[in-house]
């Protein structure tokens, strides 16, 4: 059994940054490591996604350039960096973890286990 636990969220205004960390109870480097977001009334989405060393990283198109996904070196913690925020980024945003290193990454239905989530809040 996995277990995920989020941090980092808060409340912030438009235009400033947070890290969300996610603390994983095993070694990431096995698993395929993403973070998911909802907004009220709105369905599950990918945010952004690692497995392996990170080589590859894929971002959900509303936050490229804004987002950072990475692991601490020991591969127990994964983070995101969250930057130039907006209202639109307003959500619970949740922690994923897949024991398969094929998934696509995109579809929540691929994940194994989750965190309890943590509330992001951009406004002014």
């Known amino acids: 059994q996995v277990q995920l636990v989020e941090s980092g969220g808060g409340l912030v205004q438009p235009g400033g940054s947070l890290r969300l960390s996610c603390a994983a109870s095993v070694t990431t480097t096995t698993y395929t490591m993403a973070w998911f977001r909802q907004a009220p009334g709105k369905k599950r989405e990918f945010v952004a996604g690692?497995?392996?060393?990170?080589?590859?990283?894929p971002y959900a198109d509303s936050v490229k350039g804004r987002f950072t996904i990475s692991k601490d070196n020991a591969g127990n913690t994964v983070f995101l960096q969250m930057n130039s925020l907006i209202a639109e980024d307003t959500a619970v945003y949740y922690c994923a973890a897949a024991t398969s290193l094929t998934v696509t990454y995109y579809s929540s239905t691929d994940y194994d286990y989750w965190g309890q989530g943590t509330q992001v809040t951009v406004s002014a």
């Open positions: 690692v497995r392996g060393r990170g080589l590859r990283t």
